[in-house]
């Protein structure tokens, strides 16, 4: 493409300067838009995918029923021979940690009264160094290896609801992995906050043995592999697959239903807002050319007169718009930025969204790519708006043209 | 059809053409045979209607006859798609119109150096010959202003020199000095006669213009789509 004509083009665009000026803010500001929705969306997916994997770890090893079935009994699909599965699994060079996990679920009594309990039986030392702080000690303190007596930490409504504080005396009650009954007391360490208070209400934290002795076993119902990079997730989910082909390997991805559910939800939304963006930026700039190539219509004329063919007309008008797209998608990506950047320095809290206690940083995330693709769907968007106003006026007959007031 | 005269630059033979308005059928020109010569000037006078910008249009190939036969620089011409015809007037006729059809967006320079870009000549090339047509046309002080900064003589010596830097065959002229006061006329039309001559080009233009005609090497008159008198 000679630069004559984009000089051309460039040049153009100065001719009605109010005119353009309107256009190229409306494409900044729809690029502008389109970028900070996606980059809001994206700071969610990467929190959510973050706070996930830090759940269960970036891939979860269980029996395959454990995933697919619900249990008769405690720990029917659980894993034997963790231990040494744990050895196997920490030798690989992506491995970060490997934090057994028995899941349970029974009552929790304070002598007075009994409710439903959900129970985790984690390594505790290991889970709260590896996760970090994954949830909020309202009172008391997190769990340690190597306490005398058995330990547990309730949730805060839990607690509230058995009139339970640190260093309170309560019974748990649960089936055995034999089906018989069994009970334990156990003394309140912690009471904390997942932020999630419907998960608060029933959730405790036991320490792994604590667990296994309450339900008569030995196992562990999976195990969470932590990696040092979440890039190397499908590499070695195919890898501990191939090497365990009687367990079932799965992601966090396929864990976390949340995740996926925001996910799809924020694709659907942000993607039909986006579309709704472009529309109007691409009406915009089609009025802002129609008007340009009406009142061109004689100097098109002139140009064909001269010997310019259509195309060329076409390349240039096309040029124009893409002038005018590329300049407002340029300054709306900087305007993204200036905003992101912004509020990382002023920060501003989201609400808490639906089933949550605890509201969280509103962070844009701009993507590279994301802004490239934006900026580059822009310009082509504007591109082909003028050409398709501008081809009717450029096949026009010279005549017609020519004649045109 | 009769036989192409070597010196010939564009040549008409029974040239018809009508138009459509609604119902009506306007016949714009009744079997026009017309021959233009090299270096010649020519002028078309006639009333208002009388088929002079229809005949300045069939010699510079913007419109095609309903029945008839041209022929630009012994090549004959009908049958040729738009695509070629437009190639032709990029590279053999020049323009220049009422209101000097200057780019106002681009300079003096560059309206002159467009049909040598558009031609794909070569840039150094270009830089010469728009040089030497703004010195020839004495514009060379103007080359970087634009369209508005100048007078209506100005800008269609402007227009002058764009439709000859690229050496035509021939030059088309519709109502060149109708936007001009007699003075300013008569230097452009002095203008055209030079660089015509100069440049080798003949120049057909239509013109209500008494003074125009005088200075004319041949005068057509038209009346109701048909030539009258050839002089």
Not at chain 1, 46 to 69: K, Y
Not at chain 2, 110 to 123: C, M, Q, R, S
């Amino acid at each position: 493409m000679n630069l004559m004509w984009l000089k051309f083009a460039l040049q153009n665009t100065l001719r009605n300067r109010r005119r353009s000026l309107v256009t190229v803010a409306i494409a900044a500001l729809g690029t502008a838009s389109i970028l900070l929705a996606g980059g809001f969306a994206l700071f969610t997916y990467e929190s959510l995918a973050e706070a996930s994997a830090r759940e269960s770890g970036h891939l979860v090893l269980g029996q395959p029923d454990h995933f697919t079935r619900e249990e008769d009994t405690p720990l029917q699909w659980g894993l034997d021979h963790a231990a040494e599965l744990r050895t196997r699994l920490m030798a690989e060079p992506e491995v970060r940690a490997v934090l057994p996990r028995v899941a349970f679920s029974g009552l929790i009594s304070n002598g007075d009264k009994s409710v439903v309990m959900v129970g985790l039986g984690v390594e505790p030392d290991a889970e709260f160094s590896v996760k970090g702080p994954f949830l909020t000690v309202k009172a008391g303190a997190v769990l340690g290896s190597g306490a005398s007596a058995p330990e547990v930490m309730l949730g805060e409504p839990l607690a509230r609801n058995i009139k339970a504080t640190p260093g309170s005396s309560v019974t748990l009650l649960a089936s055995t992995t034999d089906g018989a009954l069994n009970a334990m007391d156990v003394t309140v360490k912690a009471v904390f906050s997942t932020g999630i208070p419907e998960v608060d209400k029933r959730l405790i934290y036991t320490d792994i043995t604590t667990a296994q002795n309450l339900l008569n076993t030995r196992k562990v119902s999976s195990l969470g592999v932590f990696l040092s990079r979440m890039e190397h997730t499908p590499t070695l989910q195919q890898r501990l697959a191939a090497a365990n082909p009687a367990l079932t390997v799965q992601t966090w991805e396929e864990q976390a239903v949340f995740y996926r559910a925001v996910r799809d939800l924020y694709n659907r939304i942000f993607g039909a807002l986006g579309l709704i963006i472009a529309v109007i930026v691409v009406f915009v700039v089609t009025n802002a050319m129609s008007m340009a190539v009406i009142e061109r219509t004689r100097e098109i004329g002139t140009l064909r007169a001269l010997g310019t063919l259509p195309h060329q007309l076409l390349t240039t008008l096309s040029l124009e718009g893409m002038v005018l797209g590329g300049v407002g998608g340029v300054l709306g990506a900087a305007i993204a930025m200036a905003v992101s950047v912004t509020l990382l320095l002023m920060p501003i809290d989201m609400p808490p969204p639906p089933g949550r206690s605890v509201g969280y940083p509103l962070n844009i995330t701009l993507d590279p790519l994301m802004v490239l693709v934006t900026l580059l769907t822009m310009v082509a968007l504007t591109m082909l708006a003028s050409a398709w106003v501008a081809r009717k006026t450029v096949n026009l007959s010279v005549v017609d043209a020519l004649a045109h007031t | 059809m009769a036989p192409s005269t070597s010196d010939a630059v564009v040549e008409l033979h029974g040239a018809y053409k009508t138009y459509r308005l609604g119902a009506h059928v306007i016949p714009a020109l009744q079997g026009v045979d017309l021959s233009v010569q090299r270096g010649e000037l020519l002028a078309l006078t006639g009333p208002s209607g009388s088929g002079k910008s229809t005949l300045l249009n069939l010699c510079g190939l913007i419109d095609t006859p309903d029945r008839g036969s041209i022929v630009l620089g012994g090549q004959v011409v009908d049958g040729l798609s738009e695509v070629q015809r437009t190639l032709l007037r990029r590279d053999a006729l020049g323009f220049v119109f009422q209101s000097f059809n200057l780019v106002p967006v681009m300079t003096v320079a560059e309206n002159v150096d467009y049909p040598l870009f558009i031609a794909g000549v070569p840039t150094a090339e270009r830089r010469q010959r728009v040089a030497a047509q703004l010195e020839a046309v004495g514009l060379q002080d103007h080359a970087l202003h634009r369209p508005d900064a100048l007078s209506g003589g100005q800008r269609q010596r402007v227009a002058i020199a764009r439709a000859l830097v690229k050496r035509p065959k021939l030059v088309i002229a519709d109502e060149p000095t109708a936007s001009l006061d007699s003075h300013t006329a008569d230097q452009v039309l002095l203008l055209m006669r030079e660089r015509g001559h100069a440049e080798g080009a003949a120049f057909v233009i239509a013109t209500h213009d008494s003074r125009l005609t005088g200075r004319c090497d041949r005068v057509l008159t038209l009346q109701d789509g048909k030539l009258i008198s050839n002089r």
